[in-house]
Protein backbone atom coordinates (compact mmCIF):
# COMPACT_ATOMS: atom_id res chain seq x y z
CA UNK A 1 0.00 0.00 0.00
CA UNK A 2 1.07 3.34 -1.35
CA UNK A 3 1.68 5.80 1.75
CA UNK A 4 3.67 8.69 0.55
CA UNK A 5 0.24 10.44 0.46
CA UNK A 6 -0.38 10.65 4.12
CA UNK A 7 3.50 12.08 4.48
CA UNK A 8 3.00 15.24 7.08
CA UNK A 9 3.81 18.31 5.41
CA UNK A 10 2.08 21.35 3.57
CA UNK A 11 0.49 22.71 0.75
CA UNK A 12 2.35 24.65 -1.79
CA UNK A 13 -0.06 27.64 -0.99
CA UNK A 14 1.30 27.32 2.82
CA UNK A 15 4.97 26.85 2.15
CA UNK A 16 4.43 30.51 -0.46
CA UNK A 17 2.60 32.05 2.49
CA UNK A 18 4.91 31.13 4.89
CA UNK A 19 7.79 32.26 2.83
CA UNK A 20 5.90 35.37 2.38
CA UNK A 21 5.63 36.13 6.05
CA UNK A 22 9.18 35.01 7.14
CA UNK A 23 11.30 36.12 4.44
CA UNK A 24 9.08 38.59 2.50
CA UNK A 25 9.48 37.63 -0.50
CA UNK A 26 7.60 35.26 -3.37
CA UNK A 27 8.28 31.60 -4.13
CA UNK A 28 6.60 30.10 -7.32
CA UNK A 29 5.09 26.56 -7.60
CA UNK A 30 8.08 25.95 -10.03
CA UNK A 31 10.80 27.17 -7.48
CA UNK A 32 8.96 24.19 -4.21
CA UNK A 33 8.64 21.64 -6.87
CA UNK A 34 12.09 22.10 -7.91
CA UNK A 35 13.32 22.30 -4.54
CA UNK A 36 11.77 19.27 -3.18
CA UNK A 37 13.16 17.43 -6.46
CA UNK A 38 16.56 18.14 -5.09
CA UNK A 39 15.73 17.08 -1.22
CA UNK A 40 14.05 13.96 -2.05
CA UNK A 41 10.97 14.48 -1.31
CA UNK A 42 8.67 12.60 -3.27
CA UNK A 43 6.04 14.22 -5.64
CA UNK A 44 3.30 13.17 -7.52
CA UNK A 45 3.50 11.92 -10.51
CA UNK A 46 3.24 15.22 -12.92
CA UNK A 47 1.15 15.07 -15.93
CA UNK A 48 2.02 18.96 -17.29
CA UNK A 49 5.33 17.78 -18.88
CA UNK A 50 7.31 19.26 -21.26
CA UNK A 51 6.85 19.14 -24.85
CA UNK A 52 10.37 18.28 -25.74
CA UNK A 53 13.15 17.18 -23.56
CA UNK A 54 15.39 19.75 -24.43
CA UNK A 55 12.79 22.04 -22.69
CA UNK A 56 14.66 24.35 -19.97
CA UNK A 57 13.38 26.19 -16.67
CA UNK A 58 14.80 28.51 -15.04
CA UNK A 59 17.29 28.20 -11.78
CA UNK A 60 16.11 28.51 -8.63
CA UNK A 61 17.77 31.46 -6.51
CA UNK A 62 20.34 30.30 -3.88
CA UNK A 63 18.10 32.58 -1.55
CA UNK A 64 14.84 31.03 -2.56
CA UNK A 65 16.02 27.70 -2.34
CA UNK A 66 17.22 28.03 1.19
CA UNK A 67 13.96 29.81 2.31
CA UNK A 68 12.07 26.63 0.89
CA UNK A 69 14.12 24.07 2.54
CA UNK A 70 13.81 26.52 5.87
CA UNK A 71 9.89 25.77 4.98
CA UNK A 72 10.28 22.24 4.65
CA UNK A 73 12.29 21.91 7.87
CA UNK A 74 9.52 23.80 9.52
CA UNK A 75 6.68 21.77 8.19
CA UNK A 76 8.44 18.33 9.03
CA UNK A 77 8.59 17.47 5.66
CA UNK A 78 12.53 16.56 6.00
Known sequence: ???SRFQQGAT???IQAWVQEKYGFHVTHLNIAKTKRKCG???RQNYNLPKSE???SPETPKEKEE???DAFLHFKMM
Open 1 to 3: MDM
Open 12 to 14: YEQ
Open 67 to 69: AII
Open 41 to 43: IIE
Open 54 to 56: DSR
